[in-house]
C-alpha cells in the first residue's frame, strides 16, 4: 500500500508518464508472448508483412529490428575491430595458377586452395555485442518516448484541473 499511496502523492504528469511507460513495456511483452506467436498459429500458411503493422505503428519494432539497424549502419566499425578474414572468392591452385592469380593458401571445408579474394569482418561476439546494445538503447529510448508523451497529456490534464 505504501507504494500506491507514493504514486498517487506525485504531480499528475509524473503519474501518466509512468503509466504510459508501464504500457510500452506491457505492449513489448504482449507482442512478444501473444501477438506474434498466436498470428504465426493462425496465420502459419500465409506469408504477409500485416504482421509487423501494429507493432511498427506503436514503434516496438524498433527494438526487435535491431539486427538489421545494426547490420546497415556503421556502428560495428565504431566498435569493434576488423580482424576476422573471410575468403569471399575460393579457387583451387592449379586453377588459380592457370588464371595467374596470387595464390593465398587457403582451407575450406577440408580441402586446399586459394583465396583469391578476402575481406574482414568484425568478430561475431563483439558484433552481438554491439546488437545487443542497440536493442536495449532503443528500448530505454522507446521507454522514454512514451513516458514524455504520457508526462505531457498529465500535464495539460493536471493544467486543465487547475482552472
Known amino acids: 500500500m505504501k507504494i500506491k499511496k507514493w504514486f498517487q502523492t506525485r504531480e499528475l504528469w509524473f503519474r501518466w508518464g509512468i503509466i504510459a511507460a508501464s504500457i510500452c513495456v506491457l505492449l513489448f511483452l504482449f507482442y512478444l508472448f501473444v501477438y506474434f506467436p498466436v498470428y504465426r498459429f493462425f496465420f502459419e500458411q500465409e506469408e504477409s508483412d500485416t504482421i509487423f503493422l501494429l507493432p511498427t505503428v506503436t514503434g516496438h519494432m524498433f527494438p526487435l529490428f535491431s539486427h538489421f539497424i545494426v547490420e546497415g ?76 508523451i504520457g508526462a505531457g497529456i498529465g500535464f495539460f490534464v493536471q493544467k486543465g484541473k487547475k482552472k
Open 73 to 148: 549502419s556503421s556502428l560495428t566499425k565504431q566498435f569493434c575491430p576488423y580482424t576476422e578474414e573471410h575468403c569471399v572468392s575460393w579457387m583451387s591452385k592449379e586453377y588459380a595458377l592457370e588464371e595467374n592469380q596470387e595464390c593465398v593458401p587457403w582451407t575450406s571445408e577440408g580441402i586446399s586452395g586459394c583465396c583469391v579474394n578476402s575481406e574482414t569482418s568484425p568478430v561475431s561476439a563483439c558484433a552481438d555485442r554491439v546488437e545487443t546494445g542497440v536493442f536495449f538503447g532503443s528500448g530505454i529510448l522507446l521507454v522514454l518516448i512514451y513516458f514524455l
